[in-house]
């Protein structure tokens, strides 16, 4: 879906460019001429939602199609996009130096995966979604703390924030929050939420990496957490 949009949304400024549009000339010409203005609003690459219908809205999800207008001045969609609530992932280790890992079933691939510690910033509205720093949501460090002792029954004796990112910019407006946890110990067993099944294993930094390269840890986000985790 994501592909064939953006490879037809392109085409009004596509065709605006082959057909020499005198608005073209409003946009920066060359990266040079790009940097140093501020992204947000006043942007001229922004687009502006026109219209925005709820397909599916529960307390789980917020699946929308919206329609918006290009830079150019021309209206196009439909887009699709959803609101899930934020999320930690934690790269731990332990006192011996080994990475924490979970195994789990993921119904998107419809495989069981290898990835880290990670878990949903729970709300106290009830909902699985909402703006970022909503007084309704958890703070981020607790909740890794909890996810990681919920899912492992190990603690951290040294915490980390290493970035907190889109986790899909394209589709959706939720945010990916990265943590390293060091020097982690075990305190008591899972505590499991009923639709949680799941196995803790522990891996060396190679054997990580060479999951990676086999492309046998399938976690994009998580990837990009074990990169940041070696770099702090």
Same mark, same amino acid.
């Given at each position: ?54 397909? %599916? ?12 207008? %290009? ?53 106290t509205d ?10 309704? +949501? ?5 909740? +890794? ?10 603690e951290a004796?040294?915490?980390? $924030? ?6 899909? +910019?394209t589709i959706?407006?939720?945010? +990916? ?21 799941? $196995? ?21 986000? $998580? ?10």
């Amino acid at each position: 879906m994501n592909h064939e949009e953006n490879r037809i949304s392109l085409s009004p400024i596509t065709d605006a460019i082959e057909t020499g549009n005198n608005e073209r000339n409003s946009y920066p010409d060359t990266e040079e001429e790009e940097q140093g203005k501020p992204r947000g609003a006043g942007d001229p690459l922004e687009w502006e939602e026109v219209s925005t219908e709820h397909i %599916l809205q529960d307390e789980w999800i917020d699946f929308r199609r919206s329609a918006y207008r %290009l830079p150019d001045g021309s209206v196009f969609g439909p887009y699709y996009s959803y609101s899930r609530r934020d999320y930690v992932v934690i790269v731990a280790s332990d006192t011996e130096g080994n990475y924490l890992c979970v195994r789990q079933f993921r119904q998107g691939i419809k495989e069981v995966t290898t990835e880290f510690p990670a878990g949903g910033i729970e709300r106290t509205d009830g909902r699985e979604y909402g703006g970022r720093n909503d007084l309704s +949501a958890e703070d981020a460090l607790e909740a +890794a703390k909890r996810e990681l002792l919920e899912e492992t029954g190990y603690e951290a004796g040294e915490w980390k $924030h290493l970035l907190t990112v889109p986790s899909n +910019a394209t589709i959706s407006d939720n945010y +990916a929050v990265l943590f390293a946890a060091r020097g982690c110990r075990r305190v008591s067993g899972q505590s499991l939420d009923e639709t949680e099944f799941l $196995h803790v294993v522990k891996f060396s930094a190679d054997e990580i990496e060479k999951m990676i390269a086999g492309g046998e840890f399938q976690q994009a986000v $998580h990837i990009m957490a074990w990169l940041l985790a070696l770099r702090s």
